[in-house]
């Protein structure tokens, strides 16, 4: 079986240092494209960035293979503010590409659709990862954005959002439709841009990480797991035995609350508000075993870089022992009242429907992936924290609906409690090492697999410790990307809340 590093040798690609799990090599601009468009198409492309600062821009493709705990990752540095597009031989480029160019002022050459990905009222010749941040900005005319729009008899345009009621974060889609069918949907994302990597350089590593924790609410332990073992990879720091298993355990329990919150929405989209109440109040409970253990119910403040901020009580653990069998007790019950009741599997059935064809290109991550037979999961790919240490397994459906998204959740539910039940029994009772500030010039990539997917993050540091360049590619940048097409796949007005609440995404995670 070929692998990442043979093909890398193949390629003739001259080495860049390397990690733990991570093979770094370079190559030459003019070779840029054609390497990456081979390794496309043996690999899978998880992420592309770009690097600006004071030095000569430069671009960071990260790849990665089934069944190889290795990632790869390619770099190039440019001579100027151009470079050839991959996206015409390499689908799953566009989006990256896209934000590179309105980020970081980069020109992809031959970009087939380099329309606004994010940025509002955004002045021309200022992009954001490359501007001076320190002053206001004149806010002048923006880049447009290229909305499409159907034309025809009986056909008309139906705005929804930026704001709206109820929990749904800030977003705006156009939907196209000739009375009930959605003939097309256009998303317009941005509303929440922070831009968070830029507002960490230059900061101490632990002002990044109350950054990366506010990322997205909603998946703020998985994202600042991400960050921190990318800087403890970067300072080769360790980790004890007792903060891995405890990382273990805070990430399933967001992955808990997540999927419950998720169900709990579509069941509320479908009509069953019963069933959305029993949802939300399980998912409610997750919380507040949370709080109880870090005395924050989304996990903020508990990570340190080397292990964690303090041990998690012991009554908290005995408490979360106690309730797991209940969790699991009421999640399948309520699972076997979903699939017998007709109407609700009649509403999910079909609808927002991935092709494995379409999605494929993509590279879409999480339950979203796996439910268009995306066989992805880091837990188990690329093992971290004490992932090494538990048993669980991995589902993966090719429908691609609504139906196919619930039933990945719902199998995630019962291994996410056999996981926490695991951990609880064989609980270390100590550390072998205690947290590290040593912190060392270096860059590495962390990773964790959050309740939405694939969370990747890239640190740079400074000899003193500080964050030289971050990059953070959280799972919902590459998940919405084909949401439009599940939206327009013969669908009509009253199934959109359903195909929303089943996608589950993030618009922070997106915006950032």
């Not at 070929?2 to 040798?9: E, P």
């Not at 390497?35 to 592309?48: G, H, I, M, R």
């Not at 821009?57 to 990632?71: C, D, I, N, Y």
């Amino acid at each position: 079986m070929t692998t990442l590093r043979d093909a890398a040798h193949r390629l003739g690609l001259a080495i860049d240092g390397a990690a733990a799990t991570e093979l770094r090599f370079r190559c030459a601009p003019e070779a840029f494209l054609g390497a990456v468009t081979t390794l496309a198409a043996e690999a899978v492309l998880a992420d592309l960035f770009a690097v600006t600062g004071s030095g000569p821009p430069s671009l960071t493709v990260v790849f990665e293979a089934v069944g190889e705990p290795e990632w790869l990752l390619l770099r190039t540095q440019l001579t100027g503010d151009s470079f050839p597009s991959l996206t015409p031989a390499t689908h799953v480029a566009s989006w990256y590409e896209r934000e590179i160019h309105e980020m970081h002022g980069l020109q992809p050459a031959g970009h087939p659709a380099l329309a606004r990905l994010r940025l509002h009222d955004w002045p021309v010749g200022q992009p954001p990862m490359r501007a001076t941040l320190d002053r206001r900005l004149d806010i002048g005319p923006g880049v447009p954005s290229v909305v499409p729009i159907v034309h025809g008899q009986g056909v008309f345009q139906l705005p929804l959002g930026p704001v709206r009621s109820g929990p749904q974060e800030s977003g705006e889609f156009l939907f196209n439709s000739g009375g009930e069918d959605l003939v097309a949907v256009s998303q317009l994302l941005g509303f929440k841009l922070r831009v968070v990597e830029r507002l960490a350089e230059g900061r101490t590593v632990d002002q990044a990480l109350n950054l990366a924790e506010r990322l997205a609410g909603v998946s703020a332990f998985s994202n600042a797991l991400a960050f921190v073992q990318a800087v403890e990879r970067a300072s080769a720091i360790n980790v004890g035995a007792r903060s891995r298993a405890a990382r273990t355990l805070m990430n399933e329990l967001e992955r808990l609350h997540n999927h419950f919150g998720d169900i709990s929405r579509l069941a509320d989209a479908t009509g069953l508000m019963v069933a959305g109440a029993q949802y939300a109040s399980l998912k409610e409970d997750v919380l507040r075993r949370c709080a109880e253990l870090t005395r924050h119910r989304y996990l903020r403040g508990i990570l340190a870089v080397g292990g964690l901020q303090a041990p998690l009580p012991a009554i908290a653990l005995q408490t979360l022992r106690r309730r797991l069998p209940d969790w699991l007790r009421r999640s399948e019950r309520l699972e076997k009242l979903l699939e017998e009741t007709a109407i609700f599997i009649d509403r999910v059935e079909t609808t927002g429907v991935l092709t494995r064809e379409y999605a494929a290109p993509h590279n879409l991550v999480g339950p979203i992936g796996r439910s268009t037979g995306a066989d992805r999961d880091c837990r188990r790919d690329h093992p971290y924290a004490a992932y090494d240490q538990v048993i669980f397994e991995v589902l993966v459906k090719s429908q691609g609906d609504a139906l196919a998204r619930l039933s990945i959740r719902l199998f995630e539910i019962r291994q996410s409690i056999r996981i926490l039940e695991q951990l609880l029994e064989s609980w270390p009772e100590s550390d072998e090492t205690a947290p590290s500030d040593s912190l060392a010039t270096g860059e590495a990539l962390g990773w964790s697999e959050g309740a939405g997917g694939e969370t990747l993050h890239w640190v740079a540091l400074t000899g003193d410790g500080r964050i030289a360049r971050w990059r953070a590619r959280p799972p919902a940048f590459v998940n919405w990307h084909p949401y439009a097409e599940a939206c327009a796949s013969g669908n009509n007005l009253t199934d959109y809340p359903v195909i929303e609440a089943s996608f589950g995404l993030s618009h922070a995670e997106f915006d950032r």
